[in-house]
């Protein structure tokens, strides 16, 4: 019950989560969960951070898409 | 039963705004073209008008383009019921208080940017970019404008491939007509359908 409602369970394909596991190990992880949420997190921040593209803004601004 | 409670006081947000959307060069003005030719009114002001690159037109709304930096997005409103194109970089600053229906265009990236680098230079605008860099920024911009339409509950979309609409405009229209509510002309929208404005194919650049 720990952590009730603050965690979701994830399936992901078997033999991706061995290798997961043995790179979580290497790397020195706590968990397999420590280590997928540490790369998902940092995934993530690629996708939302958007503002900062300024070569996409860039190229908007001089196709007058943007002003 | 907070969902309860939001959903029955939910705000009256009119009719929804159809929005085109996509990467500029990714089929946008064909799109906005055949809601035209179906009966789907448009909102534009014609400010940019047909030139080399779009011999059909833009079906812009000039204002839109400051969609990032203005405060007062209450003329968005006035597309209720209406199309309005909005290129997808900037479909997170619409405002909350209206739904939208957005028909996001796809196309194959290194087209859209053989596209978009042959109209900079019509423009005499300078490109420094880095083209492969580019497909890499717009595929993770790809990626956070569908997580944004997840998270967005005014938001509705739907994807209609370029390539597979200058090749099927017949099945383009269907779609497209059933996702607005089934109630425009799809003989008129497949019609204005022009492949021969398809140029910036893979491998071919014309």
């Known amino acids: ?67 | 039963m907070p969902g309860f409670f939001s959903r029955l006081f939910k705000p009256d947000l009119g009719e929804p705004i159809i929005i085109v959307s996509g990467l500029p060069r990714s089929g946008t003005s064909m799109m906005m073209k055949m809601l035209d030719a179906a009966g789907v009114a448009i909102m534009t002001d014609a400010v940019r008008t047909a030139d080399i690159d779009n011999p059909k037109g833009y079906y812009e709304y000039e204002r839109v383009k400051d969609l990032e930096k203005e405060q007062d997005k209450s003329y968005i409103r006035e597309g209720r019921g209406k199309a309005l194109k909005v290129i997808s970089w900037l479909l997170k600053d619409l405002p909350d208080e209206n739904r939208y229906r957005i028909i996001f265009m796809r196309r194959d990236l290194s087209e859209v940017i053989a596209s978009q680098n042959k109209m900079l230079k019509h423009r005499g605008e300078e490109d420094k970019s880095d083209d492969s860099l580019m497909i890499d920024a717009y595929m993770n911009h790809l990626a956070s404008v569908r997580i944004l339409s997840r998270k967005r509950d005014n938001f509705e979309m739907i994807e209609v491939r370029y390539d597979t609409a200058v090749k099927e405009p017949a099945e383009a229209a269907r779609v497209v007509n059933a996702f607005l509510g089934g109630k425009f002309d799809e003989a008129k929208m497949r019609e204005v359908v022009d492949g021969e404005l398809y140029r910036n194919r893979k491998g071919v650049t014309t």
Not at chain 1, 37 to 47: A, S, T, W
Request: aromatic share 8%; glycine share 8%; no cysteine.
């Open chain 1, 1 to 67: 019950m720990f952590g009730f409602g603050k965690t979701v369970n994830v399936k992901i394909d078997k033999d991706l989560h061995a290798r997961i596991a043995k790179v979580a190990d290497v790397a020195g992880y706590a968990t397999t969960e420590e280590f997928v949420q540490h790369i998902l997190e940092k995934e993530m921040l690629h996708f939302e951070d958007t503002k900062n593209d300024t070569d996409i803004r860039a190229k908007l601004k001089g196709l007058g898409y943007i002003s």
